[in-house]
């Protein structure tokens, strides 16, 4: 009898050490987790293939969208961005080939224990593949990188041509 409480305590111990994180994780909503968006990130989303952009969110509030595939550049749209609640709003000045009207809004997304960017349109299936770590980057952008400044330039967007 005193082996089988034991057990049972130490059980319910483990439970609640594993189960407690994993709740709280769980848990956690879109405002738990502050996205201060700093100018000049790079975001990234696609499928390593035909549907590839990367967003560049330049410093003077200037963005830049390419969409990338395996036979070349698809598109690219530029224009202003500004953060509002739950995300940001991208304004294009000029839009060409299959970014013409496709991106206008990203959602503040907590998945996978990170923030994404991800049009609204697209939220319940990238809730839908962010299983186990095993999160797809085709329904949302993650953060590739930081543009470094050069002194010869204070631009972090390249015009496109």
């Given at each position: 009898?005193?082996?089988?409480?034991?057990?049972?305590?130490?059980?319910?111990?483990?439970?609640?050490?594993?189960?407690?994180?994993?709740?709280?994780?769980?848990?956690?909503?879109?405002?738990?987790?502050?996205?201060?968006?700093?100018?000049?990130?790079?975001?990234?989303r696609?499928?390593?293939?035909?549907?590839?952009?990367?967003?560049?969110?330049?410093?003077?509030?200037?963005?830049?969208?390419?969409?990338?595939?395996?036979?070349?550049?698809?598109?690219?749209?530029?224009?202003?961005?500004?953060?509002?609640?739950?995300?940001?709003?991208?304004?294009?000045?000029?839009?060409?080939?299959?970014?013409?009207?496709?991106?206008?809004?990203?959602?503040?997304?907590?998945?996978?224990?990170?923030v994404?960017?991800?049009?609204?349109?697209?939220i319940?299936?990238?809730?839908?593949?962010?299983?186990?770590?095993?999160?797809?980057?085709?329904?949302?952008?993650?953060?590739?990188?930081?543009?470094?400044?050069?002194?010869?330039?204070?631009?972090?967007?390249?015009?496109?041509?």
């Amino acid at each position: 009898m005193q082996t089988q409480r034991s057990f049972a305590v130490l059980l319910a111990a483990l439970m609640l050490a594993v189960g407690l994180p994993l709740y709280i994780a769980a848990a956690q909503t879109d405002s738990d987790l502050e996205l201060e968006l700093l100018p000049g990130e790079i975001w990234e989303r696609g499928d390593g293939l035909g549907y590839n952009i990367s967003l560049n969110l330049g410093k003077n509030g200037q963005y830049v969208a390419r969409w990338v595939g395996c036979l070349g550049q698809y598109g690219h749209s530029e224009g202003m961005w500004n953060e509002v609640e739950g995300g940001i709003d991208l304004k294009p000045a000029r839009e060409q080939g299959m970014m013409q009207g496709h991106l206008r809004h990203l959602r503040r997304v907590a998945l996978s224990g990170e923030v994404r960017l991800i049009p609204p349109e697209d939220i319940d299936n990238a809730k839908r593949f962010d299983r186990g770590g095993a999160f797809s980057t085709f329904y949302a952008f993650t953060l590739a990188r930081l543009v470094e400044d050069t002194p010869s330039s204070n631009k972090t967007t390249e015009p496109l041509r």
